[in-house]
């Protein structure tokens, strides 16, 4: 049975077709150990770009900007999957997309890929929002080869820095006044315990890395960034007006003299290979 949180996502992303390419792709990304063009090409470099035959497979690929960067690197011996249950994205990806990659409409938690078919299941910024998180992992291991790769791009917080925590203190009573309580995804997703814990079978060499999106945007820009994200989008009306009139008000004194804001977002990426 489709739960509240499945049944909103479908929803959101035949209205909002392309939002996570949006905040991400046109923004570089750092850690400690090195910088990305963006967050989809740290995962998109974990894969190495040669002419070896591959299988790869972009669970939750959204209108599929992590293939796009895959595809372009030409290597023709590469088979690029993108799995999805929106309508609205994947139309969208087919629409951008070569012909040779194969998109499937279907749940994480059942896929219908071969066992051991696959060298790589990617994901960028999704898993944390999945159902049945344990069956989704189950689901990547099978699928997975021995020795087969999985690297995952998830939140590890939202906004960063003093942007982020205004953003929390203005968006907490709001949310809790005006927000209807839907249960996105396992708890377990946002935090590098909780990635031990869910792949502790099957999996072994697990690694992490935080990464930060760079981000300057103004507080126009900010507001028209957060309209874009589950939370802003349920509010009702009301709410969402109020929620604009103290951000604005509290993140304006905060601009550079250029008039942006300095933030980010904190992502983790998650690695590991299949037993
Ligand atoms: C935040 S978007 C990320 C899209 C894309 N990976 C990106 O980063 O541009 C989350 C995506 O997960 C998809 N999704 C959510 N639950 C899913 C599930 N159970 N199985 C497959 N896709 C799912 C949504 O339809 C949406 O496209």
């Given at each position: 049975?489709?739960?509240?949180?499945?049944?909103?996502?479908?929803?959101?992303?035949?209205?909002?077709?392309?939002?996570?390419?949006?905040?991400?792709?046109?923004?570089?990304?750092?850690?400690?150990?090195?910088?990305y063009?963006?967050?989809y090409h740290a995962l998109a470099e974990r894969v190495p770009n040669d002419a070896m035959p591959r299988t790869i497979v972009d669970l939750?690929?959204?209108?599929?900007?992590l293939l796009e960067i895959l595809n372009d690197r030409g290597n023709?011996a590469t088979k690029l999957i993108?799995?999805?249950?929106?309508?609205?994205?994947?139309?969208?990806?087919?629409?951008?997309?070569?012909?040779?990659?194969?998109?499937?409409?279907?749940?994480?938690?059942?896929?219908?890929?071969?066992?051991?078919?696959a060298d790589y299941v990617l994901s960028h910024?999704?898993?944390?929002?999945?159902?049945?998180?344990?069956?989704?992992?189950?689901?990547?291991?099978?699928?997975l080869?021995?020795g087969g790769k999985f690297v995952a791009i998830?939140?590890?917080?939202?906004?960063?820095?003093?942007?982020?925590?205004?953003?929390?203190?203005?968006?907490?009573?709001?949310?809790?006044?005006?927000?209807?309580?839907?249960?996105?995804?396992?708890?377990?997703?946002?935090?590098?315990?909780?990635?031990?814990?869910?792949?502790?079978?099957?999996?072994?060499?697990?690694?992490?890395?935080?990464?930060?999106?760079?981000?300057?945007?103004?507080?126009?820009?900010?507001?028209?960034?957060?309209?874009?994200?589950?939370?802003?989008?349920?509010?009702?009306?009301?709410?969402?007006?109020?929620?604009?009139?103290?951000?604005?008000?509290?993140?304006?004194?905060?601009?550079?003299?250029?008039?942006?804001?300095?933030?980010?977002?904190?992502?983790?990426l998650?690695h590991?290979s299949?037993?």
């Amino acid at each position: 049975m489709t739960s509240d949180a499945e049944a909103y996502l479908k929803d959101f992303h035949q209205r909002r077709v392309g939002t996570t390419r949006r905040a991400f792709a046109t923004y570089a990304a750092r850690s400690a150990q090195a910088e990305y063009l963006s967050s989809y090409h740290a995962l998109a470099e974990r894969v190495p770009n040669d002419a070896m035959p591959r299988t790869i497979v972009d669970l939750a690929c959204g209108d599929g900007p992590l293939l796009e960067i895959l595809n372009d690197r030409g290597n023709s011996a590469t088979k690029l999957i993108g799995i999805d249950i929106s309508n609205g994205e994947l139309a969208a990806a087919r629409a951008v997309l070569s012909p040779n990659v194969r998109l499937i409409n279907e749940r994480a938690q059942a896929l219908s890929l071969e066992t051991g078919s696959a060298d790589y299941v990617l994901s960028h910024m999704a898993l944390m929002l999945m159902d049945d998180i344990e069956q989704v992992m189950g689901e990547i291991h099978r699928v997975l080869r021995k020795g087969g790769k999985f690297v995952a791009i998830v939140g590890r917080a939202f906004l960063l820095g003093e942007v982020g925590e205004v953003f929390l203190n203005v968006f907490r009573p709001i949310g809790k006044a005006h927000l209807a309580q839907i249960r996105f995804g396992d708890s377990r997703t946002r935090s590098e315990d909780g990635w031990r814990e869910l792949l502790q079978h099957g999996f072994s060499d697990i690694t992490f890395e935080d990464i930060d999106v760079d981000w300057l945007p103004t507080p126009e820009q900010l507001w028209q960034s957060m309209l874009e994200t589950y939370d802003t989008d349920r509010m009702p009306e009301a709410g969402r007006e109020q929620f604009k009139r103290e951000l604005l008000t509290a993140v304006t004194p905060m601009q550079r003299e250029d008039g942006k804001l300095k933030t980010g977002w904190a992502l983790r990426l998650v690695h590991a290979s299949a037993e």
